[in-house]
């Protein structure tokens, strides 16, 4: 019996091989972007500058401790401490923001 896929991985396999036109209309929006589907996973052997402290992650997400805390808690934003000090991966941060995309129309409100 083989190893069960993970949903992950059929759908990224789904978004960069299928011809069906919703795997193709996906492939062009996102042309010439790092979309985490079209993109392979990072390497866990992240070279020592895509690790951030969180004084730049809350600066460059404009959030506060406590919501970074709550981000750490909940399993959302991975970690890493040595002593007292956390350290982030920007690709981490990166996969989260990608992940909540949204893309939505506003209402038309001139009728």
């Known amino acids: 019996m083989s190893k069960p896929r993970l949903l992950a991985d059929i759908l ?14 996906f492939r062009k929006y996102f042309a010439g972007t790092e979309h985490p589907l079209l993109t392979e996973k990072p390497s866990d052997d992240a070279p020592l ?5 969180g004084q ?15 981000l750490r808690s909940n399993g959302i934003l991975p ?25 939505y129309k506003l209402r038309d409100n001139d009728k």
């Not at 990224?12 to 209309?25: G, I, R, T």
């Not at 500058?49 to 402290?53: N, R, V």
């Not at 730049?56 to 709550?70: G, K």
Request: hydrophobic share 35%.
């Open 79 to 103: 970690f890493s401490r040595i002593g007292n000090k956390i350290y982030y991966c920007k690709s981490d941060i990166l996969k989260i923001l990608f992940d909540n995309y949204t893309m």
């Open 49 to 53: 500058e895509d690790w951030i402290d």
């Open 12 to 25: 990224k396999d789904y978004f960069q091989n299928s011809n069906e036109p919703l795997a193709v209309e």
């Open 56 to 70: 730049i992650v809350m600066q460059a997400l404009h959030i506060s401790p406590r919501t970074l805390q709550t």
